[in-house]
């Protein structure tokens, strides 16, 4: 056996169920070996960073560790933007990248990939012909434990080597929970003389499985629930939840985590989306439980630091403090209740509104759904107009700041979840940037709804350059018909000018979507987002 027919025995004995790529020279053994010896479904991207895309939505929407694979060089640099993103959202993933051949020099793609990986942060794997499963193995071992992308990087010369090892079963055993705790008397005392406590679920409360316990301390200590965004969803159905904390949250959470006097955040950065700019509560003695010290306070200032578990540190508090109504009143549970976030809507001849349109496509869409968010100026509306009931239906593609990820990932969380229709909301300029992942997405024939929130613009830079008082023609870009170019790449198409004509996308839902549908959805330049202008007065635009 050689080490690339290795690299594919134990990926198949690691259970991975689908491979993202795009093949090169580096990688282009490897990936027939995949699928004829192994049985591996492979979905072929059009670009490197659309195959990273997609094993990072396959990941965050599964649970499970995204897989790709790309060639040397250029696939490398192709790919690394999404690398970044990845890497920065926590996403657990092996990427199989070919490299050079170590005995040629002066080849058109060598370059040292090394130093590639470390400038983002993606750890190396390294692979030796006498270890060649066990070193696959502990690359899969450590996305799952450190919960980031581990890089294979696999010069073609040396995949042809003997591999002298066997496979072996993988490593499974559960991380340890910390359980050995601080002094926990400054965070009961701040909890205790609270009369108006919120607690907020982080992604690293998620990643610790620690709903019950953060439920059962909020319920204990009568705090309301929320969510910072990668958590959205967490506490769907509860009756004192009040959704996403932060830019992206409703007009009543933004007023009640407001006047909050005690914040509690597990696994929560808390950072300028959740915060607000350091805004949003402050008011608050913020206690901040994490399993990483230099969390505390890095955005907001922080009176208790707590490391440890979300889950063990949440008992541990409930086990310690007297029960209390807290913030709970009758008056404010009927006040959650009865809200429904109803903007005005002002659409009109220039376009919709897309809070209106992104509340409109949601009455339409089953609960059985997949959302994912690529980055501009109008993420917010269908992040806030658009519900999910948990985090894994919720994917956010801008940990890096970047757009053009969304329809990558949204194809692979398609293929993760085929049984669900997944919904890509995209701006014009993302879906661009993108556009051939649209290609991968009918390729192979998946239930994918694509929403072009489309201003014909940059939005966001529009916005600020209008806000700046500069001139803002060079952020105008003329988009051709989308919905056309949908149906010439075999995709299913519909232009959106009026709330009406998403009759179209009803009686497309009722007969189900056997392939991607696109609605080209023309939305008015007149409505600002509320995380815009924010960061524009905050400067960090």
């Known amino acids: ?299 907001v200032p922080t009176a208790v630091g707590v490391v440890g578990d979300a889950g063990v540190v949440a008992t541990a508090l409930r086990d310690a403090l007297p029960s209390s109504a807290g913030y709970r009143t009758p008056g404010i549970a009927e006040r959650i209740a009865a809200h429904r976030d109803e903007a005005p809507d002002e659409s009109g001849d220039d376009g919709l509104d897309p809070r209106a349109l992104s509340r409109a496509v949601a009455g339409l869409l089953p609960a059985d759904r997949t959302l994912v968010v690529d980055g501009g100026h109008f993420m917010g509306f269908p992040s806030m107009g658009i519900p999910v009931d948990e985090p894994s239906r919720f994917v956010f593609t801008l940990d890096f700041g970047s757009i053009g990820l969304g329809i990558g990932a949204a194809v692979g969380a398609a293929v993760g979840h085929p049984d669900r229709v997944t919904v890509a909301a995209v701006g014009d300029g993302g879906l661009m940037m993108s556009l051939g992942e649209l290609d991968t997405a009918v390729r192979y024939r998946l239930p994918l709804l694509v929403v072009v929130y489309n201003d014909e613009a940059y939005g966001a830079e529009l916005h600020f350059l209008r806000m700046s008082g500069l001139p803002e023609a060079e952020s105008r870009l003329a988009t051709p018909p989308l919905d056309a170019v949908a149906r010439a790449m075999g995709a299913d198409g519909l232009a959106v000018r009026s709330l009406a004509d998403l009759d179209g996308l009803r009686e497309r839902l009722a007969d189900g979507l056997d392939g991607p549908l696109l609605l080209d959805c023309r939305v008015t330049e007149r409505v600002r987002a509320a995380w815009l202008e924010e960061a524009f007065d905050r400067g960090t635009h």
């Not at 051949?101 to 080849?107: F, S």
Request: proline share 7%; charged share 20%.
């Open 1 to 299: 056996m050689t080490v690339f027919e290795a690299v594919a025995a134990q990926i198949r004995t690691e259970g991975v169920r689908a491979v993202f790529g795009l093949m090169g020279d580096g990688n282009l053994k490897l990936i027939p070996t995949l699928t004829a010896t192994h049985g591996i479904p492979f979905h072929g991207a059009r670009h490197e960073g659309g195959a990273v895309a997609m094993a990072d939505g396959y990941a965050r929407s599964t649970g499970e560790v995204g897989v790709c694979t790309f060639t040397q060089g250029p696939g490398l640099t192709n790919a690394l933007t999404a690398l970044v993103s990845a890497q920065r959202g926590r996403v657990p993933m092996v990427v199989v990248c070919g490299d050079t051949p170590r005995a040629v020099v002066g080849l058109p793609q060598d370059i040292e990939q090394a130093p590639f990986f470390a400038a983002c942060g993606i750890a190396v794997q390294e692979v030796a012909p006498a270890t060649a499963h066990r070193d696959v193995a502990a690359a899969f071992r450590r996305a799952r434990v450190e919960r980031r992308p581990i890089a294979l990087n696999l010069p073609t010369d040396e995949q042809e080597e003997a591999a002298l090892d066997e496979p072996c079963a993988p490593d499974r055993t559960p991380v340890p929970v910390r359980r050995t705790l601080p002094d926990l008397g400054p965070a009961l005392r701040a909890i205790a003389a609270a009369e108006r406590p919120v607690v907020i679920g982080g992604r690293g409360a998620v990643e610790a499985g620690a709903r019950e316990e953060l439920v059962a301390l909020a319920d204990h200590v009568g705090a309301l629930l929320a969510t910072s965004l990668p958590a959205n969803g967490w506490f769907s159905g509860h009756p004192y939840a009040v959704g996403i904390a932060g830019g992206f949250a409703s007009d009543l959470g933004l007023e009640l985590i407001g006047d909050a006097d005690c914040v509690v955040a597990f696994g929560a950065g808390l950072n300028h989306f959740t915060s607000r700019g350091g805004t949003l509560f402050p008011d608050a003695t913020v206690v901040q439980v994490d399993l990483d010290d230099e969390a505390f306070g890095r955005f």
